[in-house]
């Protein structure tokens, strides 16, 4: 079980625990240790701190299990146990590993971690087996409707794909891989009334950073109380976003983002947004409003959306998927493959 989110989230969860509620954490993690699995791997166990932050004895229960709690990949050649959980390099940033587009250093990714599981599974010598890598980080991204996230997230997804498409190619007759999801997030649509026929998608390579880490700095400027001028920020703006320069703001937009730029971060009197897995300020949802109007992304909402999600099959049986297909479904159609019905 591969992520890029936490390995105690949802979609990881739903293959290894049954609890009543999801935040649930310290319980999810006592069954990640008992559950059986090979290889688990994401951000972060969060069941190993309790709410105020200090240890819980989650940990005692991989020991007890034989599981190897290991952080980063360079740890994974040192230990020679059946089961591992592989966990990012960074600790603090509990959530997720980290975007892609934040190109933060050092950080696991989902093509490494995707990697690592096959070589660990191979060194376990078996010949038959199951894996779910979820680029989860796609469905974070877009609970924030950051567009170019979301883009480059999707892009390391198929980075992932690539390595379970080398095995397949390796062994075509013994494997299926399916590439689904279990929803659409945001209501992400390609088009909208400034752009209208003209989409220009080339703009979001201009966005140098998410908008988790621009809203972050943004909040860092209001807590120390250094003098941040509105010039500084337009820099700012233009290096990160390509405002102005590469990216079209108009005037009428120019004039609302300084207008923000002085209620929210300097009189610090800007409403948050919270979302799912985060909470922006006013100001960076100013920013990310211009950037959809220039490149032409929408979104209907915050949350999951009921659209259409696609489901490609490759290899051994993966005619049964063609056509449109019950999500539930799914596991049904791949436990038949498997039995060879
Ligand atoms: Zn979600």
């Given at each position: 079980?591969v ?5 105690d ?6 293959f ?10 310290y319980?999810i993690g006592k069954?990640a240790a ?7 791997a994401g951000?972060n166990?969060?069941g ?9 004895d ?8 034989n599981?190897?709690v290991?952080?980063?990949?360079d740890?994974?050649?040192?230990i ?6 592989l966990?990012?390099?960074d ?5 997720n590993i ?26 376990n ?22 567009g170019a996230t979301?883009?480059?997230?999707t892009?390391?997804f198929?980075?992932a ?7 397949y ?7 299926l ?10 209501g992400?649509g390609l088009?909208?009334n400034?752009v209208?026929?003209?989409l ?7 966005q140098?950073?998410?908008k988790s880490?621009?809203?972050r700095?943004c ?12 010039e500084?920020?337009e820099?700012?703006?233009t ?6 320069k590469?990216?079209p703001v ?11 730029f002085?209620?929210c971060?300097?009189l610090r009197n800007g ?5 799912l ?5 006013e ?6 409003d211009i950037?959809d109007k220039?490149t ?9 959306s009921?659209?259409?999600v696609?489901?490609y ?7 049964k998927?063609a056509?449109?297909?019950d ?6 159609i ?7 019905k």
């Open positions: 079980l992520t890029s989110v936490a390995p989230d949802a979609t990881p969860g739903a290894y625990t049954h609890v009543p509620k999801r935040s649930m954490y319980e069954d008992v559950c059986g699995y090979d290889f688990i951000s166990l969060r190993i701190k309790d709410k105020k932050g200090n240890p819980t989650l940990m005692k229960y991989f020991v007890e299990n599981v190897a290991v952080r980063g990949t740890a994974l050649e040192t020679d146990s059946r089961r591992v959980v966990l990012n390099t600790s603090i940033n509990t959530g980290g975007y892609t587009i934040d190109s933060i250093p050092g950080v696991l990714t989902l093509p490494v971690m995707t990697e690592a599981c096959l070589r660990h599974l191979q060194k010598g078996r010949d038959r087996f199951f894996m779910m890598v979820e680029g989860g980080n796609i469905d974070h991204a877009s609970h924030a409707n950051d979301v883009i480059k997230e892009l390391n198929q980075e794909l690539k390595v379970a498409y080398d095995f190619l390796a062994h075509p007759d013994e494997t891989i399916v590439v689904t999801a279990d929803h659409e997030t945001g992400m088009g909208n400034t209208g026929y003209n220009r998608l080339k703009y979001i390579d201009y140098k950073m998410s880490a621009f809203s700095y909040k860092s400027l209001m807590r120390d109380r250094r003098v941040y001028r509105w500084d920020m820099e700012y703006l290096d990160n976003f390509g405002f102005w590469f990216v108009t005037q009428e937009q120019t004039a609302k983002l300084k207008e923000d002085e209620r971060l300097v409403k948050d947004k919270k979302t897995y985060d909470n922006f300020d100001f960076s949802q100013t920013v990310f950037m220039a032409g992304l929408g979104w209907t909402t915050n949350g999951h009921g659209g259409l696609p489901v099959a490759i290899g051994v049986g993966a005619e998927f056509s449109f297909n999500n539930t479904d799914i596991p049904k791949i436990l038949d493959i498997v039995e060879g």
